[in-house]
């Protein structure tokens, strides 16, 4: 059971560039997210989708756009890509949105940098 | 805006020693939710605590939501090189969306 799949593990980009973040579960699971990690500033929620079809602007969204595949998958683009977005980048999914306490799992996150 | 500030930001210690780290907010929470981090590797959930007051025990790990559910602690006991990691505490609000505190580094030196 593989969780929630993340690729690539690593990318360098130049200023200006695009790409997509790729990001896989197989638990079934209903909300994914899209989180940034930053030193010193915890994890900042970039865009959800509380469930299939449906996507949403989460703390820093500017620079971002995703798109829900299917229930399985969620990406994450970025446009044209600007050294501020360098950090390290995790896709977490749950079972559902907005209730009590609920359990993110995440996956092992992808480390990007922009030059 | 609500925050949550976690204290220490770093924690180096010796095997074998106890220590606290704790997560403080001026906002009510609904929920707390502690996560582990290892080097490469995505958040881990170790628990939820959703009543103030509340005390949950995992193993060697005693975790404690306040009373007034501001604020939240975990304490480790006889501390192994086994709990070396980042130490994140989520807080769930109004709207069950979570507020993460920056972290605790945690170093269990043998």
């Known amino acids: 059971n593989a969780g929630v799949t993340q690729t690539p593990k690593f990318q360098v980009l130049k200023t200006g560039q695009s790409m997509t973040l790729q990001c896989a579960q197989d638990?079934?699971?209903?909300?994914m997210y899209w989180y940034r990690q930053d030193p010193g500033m915890g994890l900042r929620l970039i865009y959800y989708?509380?469930?299939?079809?449906?996507?949403d602007k989460g703390e820093v969204p500017n620079g971002y756009n995703v798109s829900r595949l299917n229930k399985r998958e969620f990406s994450l683009r970025l446009e044209s890509a600007a050294p501020s977005q360098t950090s390290v980048y995790f896709c977490?999914?749950?079972?559902?949105?907005?209730?009590?306490?609920?359990?993110?799992?995440f996956g092992s996150g992808t480390q990007l940098s922009v030059l | 805006t609500q925050l949550l500030e976690q204290s220490p930001q770093f924690l180096s210690i010796q095997e074998g020693e106890n220590l606290t780290v704790y997560c403080n907010s001026s906002s009510v929470f609904s929920s707390l939710q502690w996560y582990r981090q290892e080097p490469g590797e995505g958040p881990v959930l170790l628990v939820t605590?959703?009543?103030g007051g509340e005390v949950k025990k995992l193993k060697r790990l005693t975790f404690q939501f306040g009373d007034a559910r501001k604020d939240s602690s975990l304490h480790i006991t006889a501390a192994q090189p086994g709990d070396t990691g980042l130490y994140l505490c989520?807080?769930?609000?109004?709207?069950?969306?979570?507020?993460w505190g920056a972290g605790t580094k945690l170093i269990i030196k043998p």
């Open positions: 605590v959703v009543t």
């Open positions: 989708s509380a469930s299939e079809g449906t996507t």
């Open positions: 977490a999914s749950s079972n559902w949105y907005t209730t009590l306490g609920e359990k993110l799992f």
């Open positions: 638990m079934n699971h209903n909300s």
């Open positions: 989520a807080g769930g609000d109004s709207n069950y969306q979570l507020i």
